[in-house]
């Protein structure tokens, strides 16, 4: 295991790249909720599509015809669907940021991640060890 005192950075350069990987994590955490998103209102739509045929065999046409025409084929956003909504962000944000992260930590930090946390666990690692010695 890689100590953080191997890593020659400054301080400067090590809160950059902690708070890098904090925010591209912080990303991916944003994408799993616009997944729960996508399926929510992917499972809302498939109940305003069983309303469609329930109306229509109640005889309600015009109203079935309404949710045919006007709520289902439409986005929620601008017409966009949400799975072009999740798929946008996926291939042009996140994959955009995650590799300007990975790029700054590459050069900066021999590609290693979480450089705070190995500093943290090394100073109470050692801490640990030397109230023995005390």
Not at 40 to 69: P, S, T, V
Not at 73 to 80: A, D, F, S, V
Request: net charge negative; aromatic share 8%.
């Amino acid at each position: 295991m890689t100590r953080a005192d191997d890593i020659d950075l400054t301080e400067e350069e090590r809160q950059a790249l902690h708070e890098l990987q904090l925010g591209v994590e912080h990303l991916y955490r944003g994408y799993g909720s616009l997944l729960d998103f996508h399926h929510a209102i992917g499972r809302g739509m498939d109940h305003l599509y069983d309303a469609e045929e329930i109306l229509r065999k109640a005889g309600h046409e015009e109203r079935a015809d309404l949710l045919r025409d006007e709520a289902l084929p439409t986005g929620i956003l601008e017409n966009m669907w949400t799975y072009e909504i999740v798929e946008s962000f996926k291939r042009d944000f996140l994959t955009e940021v995650s590799g300007f992260e990975r790029d700054v930590r590459e050069d900066l930090a021999d590609g290693k991640e979480h450089i705070t946390e190995r500093r943290q666990q090394a100073s109470w690692r050692d801490r640990a060890e030397n109230r023995y010695e005390e």
